[in-house]
C-alpha cells in the first residue's frame, strides 16, 4: 500500500488516477536517491571516467538485454502491447555498438558485472516469464529516464571523455525519436490506456520503486568495483595506467578475490 499512499502524496497533494501520474509521484523520492549516488553525482559534475563510464556500458548491456528480450517475448500480453516501441526505444544494438568501440570486436568476452546488476537481470527475466504487466514499471524506469535526464549525460559523456564524434555514445541516441518531449507524452498516454486492476496498479507501483533501488544498487557496486580495479591496478609494479588496453586474466582474477572478501560478489559472462 506504501507505494499508492506516496502515488497520491506528491508536492501539491493533487495526483490524479492515471498511472503515469501516480508512477512518477511513487518513484520521486528514489529519483532523488538515483541522482545522489557516487556514480551520478560524478556525473553531474562532468567527472565521468572512461573506466566508470565503461562498468556502466557493461551493465546497461546485461540489464537491456534482459528487459528488451522478456518485452519481446511478451510484446502482445495487454499490459505491454501499448508500451512496446522497439523501433524508437531498443538500447539493445546500440549498446553492443558501444562496447565494441570500447573494449574491441571481442568486447563479449570482457563484459563483467556486479552481483547487483545480476539481482536485476533475475528480476526481470521472473516477471517476464511469471508478472509480465510489471515490465510496465521497469520500461518507465528505464525508457522515460534516458529520454529525460538521460539526454542531459550524454552530452556530458561526450565532454567529460573528450569524444570528439558520437562514436561510443549511440546509447544516448534515439534515431527514431524526433522529439523526447512529445515522445514521452504519447509514451504517458500509452501507459494510461493499460487496464489494471487496483491490485495489479499497486504491484506496478511498487515494481518502479524496485526498479529504481535496483538501479541504484548497480550504481553503488559499480563505484565500489571501480574503487578495488583502481587500488589493484595501483599496486601493480609497473606503474601501467589504468585502465589497461586489455583486462588481464591476472587482474580479474584479483578483482574477484577482492570482490568476494567484501562481500560484493560478482557475475561474469
Ligand atoms: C544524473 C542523474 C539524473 C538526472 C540529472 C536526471 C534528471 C531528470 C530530469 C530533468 C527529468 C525530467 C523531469 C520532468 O520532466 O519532470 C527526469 C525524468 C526521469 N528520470 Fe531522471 N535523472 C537522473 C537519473 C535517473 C535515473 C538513474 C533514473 C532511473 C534509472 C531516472 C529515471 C527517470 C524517469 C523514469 C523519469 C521520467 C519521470 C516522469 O516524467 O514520469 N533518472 N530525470
Known amino acids: 500500500m506504501e507505494a499508492m499512499k506516496s502515488a497520491r502524496k506528491n508536492d501539491t497533494g493533487d495526483v490524479g488516477s492515471d498511472l503515469s501520474e501516480q508512477i512518477k509521484a511513487a518513484t520521486k523520492d528514489n529519483h532523488v536517491r538515483a541522482e545522489n549516488t557516487q556514480l551520478m553525482l560524478s556525473y553531474q559534475k562532468g567527472q565521468i571516467t572512461l573506466p566508470q563510464y565503461k562498468v556502466l556500458l557493461c551493465s546497461l548491456y546485461e ?14 500480453h495487454p499490459a505491454v502491447a501499448p508500451i512496446y516501441f522497439p523501433q524508437e526505444l ?18 563479449r568476452k570482457r563484459v563483467i558485472v556486479p552481483a547487483a546488476t545480476h539481482r536485476y537481470q533475475q528480476r526481470l527475466r521472473q516477471i517476464g516469464r511469471e508478472n509480465p504487466e ?18 542531459v549525460l550524454g552530452k556530458i559523456t561526450q565532454k ?7 562514436e561510443g555514445l549511440s546509447f544516448f541516441s534515439f534515431p527514431g525519436v524526433s522529439s523526447p518531449n512529445r515522445f514521452k507524452q504519447l509514451y504517458r498516454s500509452r501507459m494510461n490506456s493499460i487496464e489494471l486492476s487496483e491490485q495489479q496498479k499497486e504491484a506496478v507501483l511498487q515494481e518502479a520503486v524496485a526498479a529504481f533501488e535496483l538501479n541504484i544498487q548497480v550504481f553503488d557496486d559499480l563505484q565500489k ?15 601501467s595506467s589504468f585502465p589497461p588496453p586489455l583486462i588481464t586474466v591476472q587482474l580479474a582474477m584479483g578483482l574477484c578475490v577482492a570482490l568476494a572478501t567484501i562481500g560484493v560478489g560478482m557475475y561474469s559472462l
Request: aromatic letters at 8%.
Open 225 to 239: 568495483m571501480l574503487s578495488v580495479t583502481t587500488e589493484a591496478a595501483e599496486q601493480r609494479p609497473t606503474g
Open 63 to 76: 540489464i537491456y538485454k534482459a528487459l528488451e528480450e522478456e518485452m519481446d517475448r511478451n510484446a502482445s
Open 160 to 166: 567529460s571523455l573528450g569524444l570528439s564524434s558520437k
Open 134 to 151: 510489471l515490465l510496465v514499471s521497469h520500461a518507465y524506469t528505464r525508457y522515460l529516464g534516458d529520454l529525460s535526464g538521460g539526454q
Open 90 to 107: 531498443a538500447r539493445l544494438e546500440s549498446l553492443e555498438q558501444d562496447l565494441e568501440h570500447f573494449f574491441g570486436s571481442d568486447w
